[in-house]
């Protein structure tokens, strides 16, 4: 298994690869960068099914149209996931209009598009089954106690590959501490994994500190904007995922770079890729 953090600016954009299959986590992907994003994209998903899309969430730097519209076109998951919502965003509607296209598009095709829209309502409903044959899908959030505002509703998903050469990748979107605090009491070490995609761009205020113990990642990836304009990743947050993690790694660094993790014996190695 290895993950590809593409560099997108102030956004978000991922891909999970395990013995030929490929999962794509979030669609931000800026005008300026589209062409050189979709050949990155076209590269890595060579020879590989891509069995779903997951939208953490529905704010524009983590489901862009634009980007959700290219995935679905270009590489043609089964399915797309996505979190269930009580309000809108400023872009969940025309997302969802995508979405409609495409399942019209695919509708009488042999791979209809599917939708898979998650809350976790029961603690024992929190694996998710039936979406691909080399991946396990665990869910931890959203729940609908603490569905107060889009960041707190994103999806907290560990991504696992099958088999000895699988890894756990822990996807957070942009979840905060308040959120993190109920996390971590309904599921304590079972958040753990080796790889944790750092919530909300390296917040501050989504760097929880119990939670870090808790995933005891070896490895942090941090996906920010060169020069953005909220300081992420904020230098606290960066300290307190250092203070547990072997390694941490963050894309707005030496002019914006991708990140590719993968293991190496017992540890990870994450090249920075222009």
Not at 29 to 38: A, F, G, S
Not at 129 to 153: K, R, V, W
Not at 189 to 199: E, Y
Not at 246 to 251: N, P, R, S
């Amino acid at each position: 298994m290895d993950v590809f953090t593409c560099y997108v600016g102030q956004g978000a954009l991922g891909v999970a690869r395990h013995s030929g299959e490929a999962v794509i986590v979030d669609s931000f992907i800026p005008e300026d960068k589209r062409q050189d994003v979709e050949a990155k994209l076209i590269r890595l998903l060579r020879d590989h099914k891509v069995p779903g899309l997951i939208l953490t969430g529905f704010d524009a730097d983590h489901a862009c149209p634009d980007g959700v519209d290219l995935i679905l076109s270009k590489f043609e998951p089964d399915w797309v996931m996505y979190p269930k919502y009580y309000r809108d965003t400023d872009c969940a509607t025309e997302v969802f209009d995508i979405i409609k296209k495409h399942e019209q598009r695919r509708a009488s095709s042999a791979r209809p598009l599917r939708r898979v829209s998650v809350r976790l309502d029961r603690l024992d409903s929190r694996v998710l089954t039936g979406l691909s044959a080399q991946f396990q899908y665990e869910l931890f959030s959203p729940h609908i106690d603490d569905m107060d505002n889009s960041n707190c509703s994103s999806i907290v998903l560990k991504l696992t590959g099958n088999g000895g050469s699988g890894f756990s990748y822990l996807i957070t979107g942009d979840t905060e501490n308040d959120r993190w605090k109920r996390i971590n009491e309904l599921f304590s070490r079972a958040l753990r994994s080796s790889v944790l995609a750092a919530p909300h761009h390296g917040s501050k205020n989504a760097a929880n500190a119990e939670t870090i113990i808790l995933v005891e990642p070896n490895t942090v990836l941090i996906s920010a904007g060169v020069d953005n304009q909220y300081g992420h990743p904020d230098p606290a947050a960066v300290a307190a995922y250092a203070r547990v993690a072997k390694h941490v790694f963050a894309t707005n660094v030496e002019g914006g770079v991708s990140l590719f993790t993968k293991p190496n014996g017992s540890d990870f190695e994450t090249q920075l890729v222009r």
